[in-house]
């Protein structure tokens, strides 16, 4: 069956130039390889979403389409043949054809419209679609900080294909990507031959560790230092993001080593166009050298928490 090019972009077949072109970004968006890596049903709707952009996005091509159905990549021809009919020259005759994705029905010899004989117009046409090689699948390793991955970064790579000469291209590294990731650049690998398309290019994506956070999934862990007293009495503290900015974080009076707060929204970006969070986890910080005054408040804090309370009847 032939595919209807206005229903795989999801809209009518009077749809304006205007509709089909925030149709097709809408949903290459939602499938694109990069956004769904490994996901086969994704990338077929991709390629499928693809080409029908290619057909009714383009303004010749639609026309053809609307015309010829699935025949359209052959109007030229199917329109030489017609004038030739008209002339008592050609032996075929035509169906159908009704509306926009509807297919359009040839009945005679399809030489009468590709050249009849030997060396014809579709011989030369069938040879030089044969004779296509797609180019070679090439992989790339990068290396980005965790501050890269956070923001998305650039690199510049090398790439060199068997028998060929080497070639330097810039590749995006999108926000959010995680080590061990591997992201599908598509038509970015070693040219075709013969008018074949190029292969795709493999990012194989490494994430160096960061000093002061890790990684767990889309949320990020840090440790914040609270001095004591604050811990005992309140207080507040700054925690650093990757967003590049600290953040106030207000701590309650008694809170105990170990304590996660969290930030919301303050992790990794998600490929759902969302951010992870922040968890702090508390560190409690005593000052390095004690003042007199310092040990002896520590001194009647400790002996008011080891006091023991009077026996009844004393």
């Not at 010829?68 to 008209?86: F, L, P």
């Amino acid at each position: 069956m032939a595919t209807d090019f206005y229903k795989v972009l999801g809209v009518p077949g009077n749809a304006s130039d205007k509709d089909i072109k925030s149709a097709f970004r809408k949903l290459a968006r939602q499938y694109h390889p990069d956004v769904n890596p490994g996901d086969v049903e994704a990338e077929r709707r991709f390629k499928e979403i693809s080409q029908a952009n290619e057909v009714v996005g383009d303004a010749k091509n639609r026309t053809a389409y609307d015309k010829y159905g699935d025949q359209w990549q052959h109007a030229d021809k199917i329109e030489e043949s017609r004038k030739r009919q008209g002339a008592g020259t050609f032996g075929g005759r035509f169906r159908g054809g009704g509306g926009p994705g509807q297919g359009f029905q040839f009945e005679g010899d399809l030489s009468d419209i590709f050249g009849r004989g030997g060396g014809g117009r579709f011989d030369q046409l069938f040879h030089r679609t044969a004779g296509r090689q797609q180019g070679q699948n090439l992989e790339h390793s990068v290396s980005v900080t965790l501050t890269e991955a956070y923001h998305g970064a650039s690199r510049t790579v090398q790439l060199s294909t068997s028998g060929g000469p080497s070639a330097r291209i810039e590749v995006n590294i999108p926000a959010g990507v995680s080590d061990g990731q591997r992201i599908r650049l598509s038509r970015k690998g070693a040219p075709g031959m013969n008018g074949g398309s190029p292969g795709d290019l493999f990012l194989n994506v490494r994430v160096q560790p960061h000093p002061s956070y890790k990684r767990d999934g889309n949320n990020l862990r840090t440790v914040v230092d609270v001095p004591v007293a604050d811990a005992a009495l309140g207080g507040e503290v700054h925690v650093p993001t990757l967003k590049g900015k600290a953040l106030a974080l207000n701590i309650p009076a008694g809170t105990q080593a170990g304590r996660t707060f969290r930030l919301a929204g303050q992790g990794m970006p998600t490929s759902a166009g969302g951010f992870g969070d922040l968890l702090a986890d508390v560190r409690l910080i005593l000052p390095d050298d004690l003042t007199d005054q310092q040990r002896a408040l520590f001194e009647q804090l400790r002996a008011s928490s080891t006091s023991q309370p009077a026996a009844a009847g004393d």
